[in-house]
């Protein structure tokens, strides 16, 4: 069982938006602002999207963000593409070891 | 760019030793702002960090505490790589092992860089 929550799945049509939620505790999300947010496709390494709760890497379109309020974490995908449908995992730093903590995924479906 | 390529077997009999390098191109190990992982992935477990080496003035190691007993990650400045030996494996060590690099400019334990990663078969 992931230390963090998150939904099995989420799906939406091309265009819309979806919301990806993951909860931890005051020991992590709650916590601090380090939760990052990943894409994985079939076969490939993980990709991250998200760090320190909000922050967008060089590269990663404008169409993802992330937010928090308490515990819970969001990954938010706006003006969903075909290209957009992977797996999505949350993390967070931890006050115990490990030192970062994983959601166990999301997959998501572009209908 | 910055690039990880991994290495090492696809194989390891129970109770022996996994070993794995990430050679690193664009980056240095001893960079003083970054930091190199080991993460693995299993349909059972997850995604599970593993444990990291980093160049802070000196060498410093964190492991997660359910494999520190078992594990080493050790730099190679004179091959600009990292390792990981998890020993006496057992069948559930059976993962994706992937080596991945969290630097100071994407926040602390963010993975910005990852390697291909290596399907390692824990059986006999």
């Known amino acids: 069982q992931s230390a963090l929550t998150q939904p099995a799945s989420v799906s939406g049509s091309p265009g819309q938006s979806i919301t990806i939620s993951c909860t931890g505790t005051?020991?992590?999300?709650?916590?601090?602002?380090?939760v990052s947010w990943y894409q994985q496709h079939p076969g490939k390494a993980p990709k991250l999207m998200i760090y320190?709760?909000?922050n967008r890497p060089s590269g990663v379109s404008n169409r993802f963000s992330g937010s928090k309020s308490g515990n819970t974490a969001s990954l938010t995908i706006s003006g969903l593409q075909a290209e957009d449908e992977a797996d999505y995992y949350c993390?967070?730093?931890?006050?115990?070891?490990?030192?970062?903590?994983f959601g166990g995924g999301t997959k998501l479906t572009v209908l | 760019q910055v690039q990880l390529q991994q290495s090492g077997p696809g194989l390891v009999k129970p109770s022996q030793t996994l070993s794995l390098t990430c050679a690193i191109s664009?980056?240095?190990?001893?960079?003083?702002?970054?930091?190199w992982n080991w993460i693995r992935q299993s349909p059972s477990r997850g995604l599970e960090w593993l444990g990291r080496?980093?160049?802070?003035?000196?060498?410093?190691?964190d492991y997660a505490v359910f494999v520190k007993s078992r594990t080493t990650i050790n730099p190679d400045t004179s091959k600009n790589q990292f390792s990981l030996q998890l020993n006496s494996v057992i069948p559930e060590d059976t993962a994706v092992y992937y080596c991945?690099?969290?630097?100071?400019?994407?926040?602390?334990?963010?993975?910005?860089?990852w390697g291909q990663g290596t399907m390692v078969t824990v059986s006999s």
């Open positions: 991945a690099r969290d630097s100071l400019l994407t926040g602390d334990l963010a993975f910005d860089i």
């Open positions: 664009g980056d240095s190990v001893s960079s003083s702002s970054a930091a």
């Open positions: 080496t980093y160049y802070r003035s000196k060498w410093y190691n």
């Open positions: 005051s020991s992590d999300v709650g916590g601090y602002n380090y």
């Open positions: 320190d709760v909000s």
């Open positions: 993390s967070s730093y931890t006050s115990s070891s490990p030192l970062v903590v």
